[in-house]
């Protein structure tokens, strides 16, 4: 089948963004600079276009092509590369550096971001700027190494302590993993915070074109708060302890409200086919391109299906969501777990559709076709208000 | 435009490569295109797969559940994936390894192409991986061939340049032998 | 009149927080003292701890990043790797150190990070109320070994500074006491030597200090004080256990 229809981006605040999702967009006039890469290959050129020069991680599957790309680049460019004795010590190096105000990375996979919560728990705390990419990976425990979305909840909600929020994009292609990457660098710098790229082995693995074009950078605040050696100037501290009176509600309160920021101001969605649809498919990352198909194939039968995409999971696209659900009037949430971004669609959409799911979960040995569903949405389809 | 193709056999048939010079060859022609090699617990038992989908507009799902187009390098692979070709799909077969009566499918079309014999023939059973591909060109117009030999400088590293003469002729081989199959 | 002491000026003029008798006042001093001497106040950035070390802002005058628990070593090395131009030091405690960070502490040491890190060891977690440590001696009783130390059960005390001398990327190793003036002033000699190496970028120097923890030892100050040299010296040997020569 042909898709019929380019995906529609939906930004929230789509000039100011520095990323550019729809990738078949940007080909005019640029065929002989596209290069065919994988997926997490593409995150660490987007991390080197973004002025990263300084990337700490511990080796696991299926993320270990980031390390090895950025170990062999990093060097050439006068930047650090550490392999660290484990996911804490990176995370924590990550941290130091990022307190420096440069552009600093790690990345892993589920078992290792695991790990790494503690870090991540308290750069947020300390508002330190710094991307951390998690091509996960099934679980719980060792699990295997199959692609999987069941950290959703683990990334979104605050995988460590203390009641925090991060930004957490979800590409779905290896254009995306480089442009998504370039943009985590951008958010995480313009609100002080770690910002979580969350893939899994489909989008880490596969081979796509890739225009590698580095977006225009964001007007980005001046890091006035980074550690250089206080020289005649005053003393700065990097820290998430505040034992004054009142001192730590007040600093929670300033971080609730940076995330009231981000709802208004960063959310990322993706709409398909939606206009007259009377079921929404959604889905994020990996599962999202299977979605696109079955809902082209869809189509072709006649039904009213479209697709809808979070891009950014936190925060999540609630408005854009209702919107289209609310035109539908039936979504169909479809994971590869067995539910968890399904509760934020519910909560987005409240009264306003009906909401069904359908997941898999990680270690079936292989990932649903576009015919498995669409044959899902067929019998849903039966069942949304006509 | 948009074409699947499922490309299965054993390690040491060049399936990966095969996936990649496709991939390659589409990228040149304009196309948008996305190889996904085999993951997971469908790696076991050395077996080597990979699915390539091209289109001009946009890919869509990576992961292909019913392919139009097979192309089979080894027995096993016929056992396992033929019967997911999509009614009134192809499946290339090499004939050379592989018997497809056991398959028992009226419902797609079946090109037998003795893979083996014809790279043996052109110096080298390694290059049974471009015949394959050399058909499937022919077969699903997918990509041209002269883009096909042309992208063979991207996907080989460069000590294997030499031989590019020998896959370009395997590549056309595979393709000719396939396209008299279907005339 | 000729002043003949005076506060260092990487020491802030503040009032301690700390408890009666407690080495750390000491050895602030001693290490604002080697920051001086230097002269990389402007330039340092201290790695804070978790522990009673944390405050280590309220008391220097410069930059500090405060890591997590035991992870100072790890932070160390991406500040020092981002920013080799400045003087990076951690300043932490056994249970911080010893225990909890164990793995980066060994392998920033292996790695030969040039940084520099002050280890105090009172045998005791201070902060959360002396709690056996890593470091606590065989039969000393704390709020979690309340029949003291059993060997056969909690292991021996770990000996940092001698372990920390065996590894490849260290330059310099060494352990001291605040516990007389004498020790003082080997001590002062000891961290100026061991800032001295990251000065010259001669690799990882690490300083064990002996201290005492009156409160949580539930010792008056001049008892406490005795105890460093009664009991933990002879377990914890004072000296210079790695010195590589230029």
Excluded at chain 1, 117 to 139: D, F, K, W
Excluded at chain 1, 332 to 359: H, K, P, W
Excluded at chain 2, 148 to 160: D, F, H, I, S, V
Aim: with cysteine.
């Amino acid at each position: 089948m042909i898709l019929t229809e380019q995906p529609r981006v939906r930004f929230e605040r789509a000039a100011e963004l520095s990323v550019h999702l729809a990738q078949q967009d940007s080909l005019e006039g640029q065929l002989s600079k596209r290069l065919f890469v994988k997926g997490n290959e593409a995150a660490a050129m987007g991390a080197v276009a973004a002025g990263c020069r300084y990337y700490f991680g511990y080796p696991i599957t299926p993320q270990s092509d980031i390390p090895e790309y950025l170990s062999r680049e990093l060097p050439k460019l006068k930047g650090e590369f550490i392999q660290a004795e484990s996911e804490i010590g990176a995370i924590n190096m990550l941290l130091g550096a990022s307190a420096t105000g440069v552009r600093a990375m790690t990345s892993s996979s589920s078992p290792g971001i695991s790990l790494k919560q503690e870090g991540i728990s308290y750069m947020a705390g300390a508002e330190l700027p710094g991307v951390i990419i998690n091509i996960s990976r099934s679980g719980p425990g060792l699990g295997g190494i199959d692609a999987s979305q069941s950290d959703y909840f683990q990334a979104v909600k605050g995988g460590g302590h203390g009641g925090y929020h991060i930004p957490v994009l979800a590409p779905n292609s290896v254009q995306e993993m480089y442009d998504l990457t370039l943009h985590a660098f951008d958010l995480a710098d313009l609100y002080r915070t770690p910002v979580m790229l969350l893939g899994d082995s489909v989008v880490g693995q596969m081979k796509e074109a890739l225009v590698p074009n580095p977006r225009p950078v964001r007007e980005l605040p001046e890091k006035e708060w980074a550690v250089r050696g206080k020289g005649s100037a005053g003393q700065r501290v990097v820290k998430s302890l505040f034992l004054g009176d009142g001192e730590l509600e007040a600093h929670n309160w300033r971080l609730h409200a940076k995330y009231q920021v981000m709802k208004e101001k960063e959310c990322i969605s993706e709409e398909f086919e939606t206009a007259d649809a009377k079921l929404i498919v959604t889905g994020f990352g990996s599962v999202s391109r299977i979605a696109q198909t079955a809902v082209a194939m869809a189509r072709e039968e006649g039904l009213k299906v479209g697709l809808f995409r979070p891009v950014t999971l936190f925060p999540f696209p609630e408005k854009a969501l209702a919107e289209a659900a609310g035109h539908a009037g039936r979504v169909l949430v479809i994971e590869l777990n067995t539910g968890q971004m399904v509760e934020d669609v519910r909560l987005s959409v409240g009264a306003r559709a009906q909401v069904s799911f359908y997941g898999r979960p990680p270690g079936a040995g292989s990932l649903p076709s576009p015919e498995e569903i669409l044959d899902v949405i067929r019998k849903n389809y039966d069942q949304a208000p006509q | 435009m948009r074409k699947d193709v499922l490309i299965a056999g054993f390690g040491g048939q060049g399936v990966l490569l095969a996936g990649n010079l496709l991939s390659y060859a589409a990228i040149e022609e304009g196309k948008n295109v996305s190889y996904f090699p085999a993951y997971g617990v469908e790696k076991r038992g050395g077996s080597a797969t990979c699915t390539v989908v091209i289109a001009d507009g946009a890919v869509g799902s990576p992961v292909v559940g019913q392919p139009s187009t097979l192309v089979v390098l080894n027995q096993a692979s016929l056992e396992r994936f033929g019967a997911r070709v999509r009614p009134g799909g192809v499946c290339i077969v090499n004939s050379s390894l592989v018997d497809v009566c056991a398959l028992g499918r009226d419902d797609i079309r079946i090109i037998p192409v003795p893979m083996n014999e014809i790279a043996t023939e052109l110096g080298d059973l390694r290059m049974v991986n471009m015949v394959a591909l050399g058909a499937y060109a022919a077969v699903s117009g997918a990509v041209e061939l002269a883009t096909l030999a042309g992208a063979l400088k991207e996907a080989l590293p460069e000590r294997n340049h030499k031989y590019i003469p020998a896959n370009v002729k395997a590549i056309e081989t595979g393709a000719q032998v396939a396209s008299e199959k279907t005339a | 009149m000729q002043q003949v002491f005076k506060r260092p000026q990487s020491l802030k003029d503040v009032q301690t927080h700390f408890c009666p008798g407690c080495h750390h006042g000491t050895i602030h001093r001693l290490v604002a003292d080697a920051m001086d001497l230097h002269g990389v106040q402007e330039r340092t950035i201290g790695v804070a701890s978790v522990g009673c070390s944390v405050f280590l802002y309220g008391y220097f005058d410069i930059d500090v990043v405060e890591a997590p628990h035991g992870r100072a070593p790890a932070v160390a090395t991406g500040v020092k790797r981002a920013k080799p131009d400045n003087f990076v030091f951690t300043y932490q405690g056994d249970g911080d150190l010893a225990a909890i960070g164990t793995a980066e502490i060994i392998h920033a040491a292996n790695r030969g990070e040039d940084i520099t890190v002050i280890f105090v060891n009172n045998t005791t977690y201070g902060m959360t109320g002396g709690q056996m440590a890593p470091t606590t001696l065989v039969g000393q009783k704390t709020s979690t070994s309340p029949y003291g130390r059993d060997k056969s059960k909690d292991g021996s005390p770990i000996r940092m500074a001698e372990l920390m001398a065996q590894l490849g990327g260290v330059a310099y190793s060494a352990r001291v006491a605040v516990d007389s003036p004498k020790h003082v002033l080997e001590a002062k000699k000891v961290i100026r030597e061991a800032f001295g190496y990251q000065v010259q970028g001669r690799g990882f120097s690490f300083v064990e200090v002996l201290s005492a923890c009156p409160t949580n030892w539930g010792m008056n100050p001049l008892k406490a004080n005795a105890r460093v040299g009664e009991e933990m010296i002879p377990y914890f040997q004072l000296g210079v256990f790695k010195k590589e020569e230029a």
